[in-house]
């Protein structure tokens, strides 16, 4: 049982969009036990989505397309997917409603092109796009279903989840695939491996192990396959058990979630609260802490500081600090990280104080100097990093090495 | 004349890597006229990289294939081009010594698979891989191109810009290909395109426009093919006059960039500064700002403020304004806006008051209400909107919107 996707879209031709819908799209069928065997990208032209249907249609039995869905006409998807099927276009009175609702909400006058997205090739089993104008449309054809949705992510995303992968899962008898992930910090992959090479070589031929390494963090993800779910979540989580007792101090979780939402877990469950002090990294460990659903439990806020005066009137760092040692410095960014614990009262701060480039750098404090501290009520520690010349890298980097820095303070605390 | 891009690899094919190659791939291939047709991901397996292969030299005339180049045993696209071409491996001199070179380099012994990698389709033309041990390899047939390169990145763009491109410049009279981006805010697509339909129906046929909609943004790109670059560039300038004077209060900027980045340049100009105030996009707006370089010529900083102590504390919200009207409200926002001017001592601000979700929604202000308010020092807007139920996208859309006041705001402050 095979799976293809093709993406729609001169977009992604010219360059314009990097095709991230196909890695997501082919991790959800693998994990219900379906192998992608191509994915393809064409152009918003009839024959070339044609070829591509034809051929792919050779080679796997669900074809996922997304794009070309929009209600403009560079978009023509629909349009030859009703030629392709010889199913002609008929109005959809459900999604005409679903379409209503959304102009009406939106407390604007539908126009000609919006109607027309309810149109639906007749024939074909229409599934509600919660998240948009464009209907996801299913058929069915010589055993092989052929599913096209819209090219907007998050649109496709919700379809996939809560409408494609159950049905797909209904129609096909597929082999149990069970996965399990082990996140952990602070090691390289090359040693992860090296601890655990015993358990790796003696792995039954079922199941597979992965290293995913991430900006200072590996993810190892078992996987197996098998036809007995209950016997092979057993076997599956009593490797992970051997491998974690290997790396233990590595170990962050054994769950494939967020480094941050496994802190804001712990943190939680002993009624802990987090607050940052962020120059550098301008916001960002801020974002990926509150992305998550219940934060604020944990979370009580955070200032981003550039200039020296923020620092001090926000943070209340001093100004003789800041003129000795620089913003860049372990003085400041320890100034930082009281100065949050103590304006906004949470138990734990982060401060990060850096140059995120390209410019700022200076022969002893380069792009990629950054200082980064944790504070509690009761102690404080501060890091030294150089983590290199590139802006959005020193910014990602800086957020996961500041986790991890709290991460093993939290530890620590509860020895 | 066309060109195909083939990505070989299985850790695409399970979504465990996104595959960025190919879209920097298209993106250069389009700046010398070179039109992509298809960009097909296939397996390691011999007969899918076969097929895929005859299939991409039927449509295109140049086919430039990365992956599968690396020593270990899963690593097969040489030996499949080998092969293919019917030109048996023999060992490359000069890629033996560069490798040697690069293992004394390291200290470290070579072992046979190393010295594999010297090993070549006799026929080809060896292009030197200065940043890898995997040669790059030239093949020609039947006045088709097709080339073979490693898949790790850096590897791949510097082989591409140093020596592939250039080679295919000279091996073809090639047309020029322009593309001019237009960057909207604040209207749909399906909108938009009624505005400017009589532009769009007489449209030169060398001349396509694509509507890009993401999140309350519209980019209208603008491509024209032709073999006098001069007349092309005017002919897609003067289109793209007709469509911003149809359009122009929500053009952003003529130009491919962020929402925000546009902003930052306009404010940067006029010597302005902002900070913002954030709730529930909890440092997402402030991260989409700082990522750019150059951002705190404009940005002095700003509060994330979850709790009513911090919007007290921090940016002097009143007390009783919180209790009476609660913090998602227009005159919280409003006091949140402008104690970010007083105290971050800005130009403008920005400030977001939402409930994102999951929780936290009620009878009158559900999940998805969002309260958004931007002052200058003379005045302020805010504005209440209803987004839906979803966290991320309702931090995400709350961005949006944010830059797209603080634009309006910006263009009136200006007549």
Redesign the interface.
């Known amino acids: 049982m095979l799976a293809e996707i093709i993406t729609i879209g001169?977009?992604?031709?010219?360059?314009?969009?990097?095709?991230?819908n196909?890695?997501?799209?082919?991790?959800?069928?693998?994990k219900i036990g379906l192998?992608?065997?191509?994915?393809?990208?064409?152009?918003?032209d009839a024959a070339?989505i044609i070829s591509?249907l034809d051929?792919a249609q050779k080679r796997a039995d669900v074809i996922l397309i997304t794009g070309g869905l929009?209600?403009?006409?560079?978009d023509i998807t629909k349009l030859t997917l009703s030629k392709y099927f010889n199913m002609p276009l008929i109005q959809d009175k459900a999604t005409l409603d679903h379409i209503n609702s959304i102009f009406v909400?939106l407390n604007?006058p539908m126009?000609e092109?919006?109607i027309k997205q309810a149109d639906v090739p007749n024939g074909c089993k229409v599934i509600k796009n919660t998240?948009g104008t464009a209907p996801c449309m299913w058929f069915e054809q010589d055993g092989k279903i052929i599913v096209s949705m819209p090219g907007?992510p998050?649109e496709m995303m919700y379809l996939m989840q809560e409408e494609i992968i159950p049905r797909i899962k209904a129609a096909f008898k597929l082999p149990f695939i069970v996965h399990q992930t082990i996140l952990t910090a602070g090691l390289g992959e090359s040693f992860l491996a090296q601890e655990i090479i015993e358990i790796e070589d003696h792995l039954p031929t079922h199941i597979k192990l992965?290293y995913?390494p991430k900006l200072g963090q590996v993810r190892l993800r078992l996987s197996g396959v098998g036809n007995d779910e209950k016997l092979l979540k057993n076997e599956i989580a009593a490797v992970a058990e051997q491998i974690i007792a290997k790396i233990v101090n590595y170990v962050v979780v054994a769950d494939d979630i967020a480094l941050e939402k496994a802190i804001l877990d712990k943190m939680k469950v002993r009624n802990l609260t987090l607050s940052?002090a962020?120059s550098c990294?301008?916001?960002?460990?801020?974002?990926l802490?509150?992305?998550h659903?219940?934060?604020?439990a944990v979370?009580?806020?955070?200032?981003?500081?550039?200039?020296y005066?923020?620092k001090e009137?926000?943070l209340g760092v001093k100004h003789e600090t800041l003129t000795t040692f620089g913003a860049v410095s372990e003085q400041t960014v320890k100034e930082m990280a009281k100065g949050a614990i103590l304006?906004?009262?949470t138990d734990y701060a982060i401060a990060v104080s850096g140059i995120?480039?390209?410019?700022g750098g200076m022969p002893d404090k380069p792009v990629g100097t950054v200082w980064i501290a944790i504070a509690s009520k009761q102690r404080i520690v501060a890091k030294l990093f150089n983590f290199g010349s590139k802006?959005?890298q020193n910014?990602e980097r800086s957020a996961t090495a500041a986790f991890t820095l709290l991460l093993n303070l939290l530890k620590q605390d509860v020895d």
């Not at 196909?22 to 693998?30: I, V």
């Not at 929009?70 to 560079?74: H, I, L, N, R």
């Not at 659903?293 to 604020?296: D, E, L, T, V």
């Not at 995120?356 to 410019?359: I, K, L, Y």
């Open positions: 001169d977009e992604i031709l010219i360059g314009q969009i990097v095709d991230t196909s890695a997501w799209m082919a991790k959800e069928l693998n192998a992608v065997k191509q994915i393809t990208s064409v152009s918003d070339h591509a051929a929009g209600p403009t006409k560079d909400r604007r126009i092109a919006n998240n907007v998050f992965a995913l940052t962020e990294t301008g916001g960002y460990i801020s974002h802490i509150t992305q659903a219940g934060s604020s979370f009580a806020g955070g200032a981003v500081v550039y200039s005066d923020l009137s926000v304006h906004f009262k995120a480039g390209p410019d802006r959005i910014i």
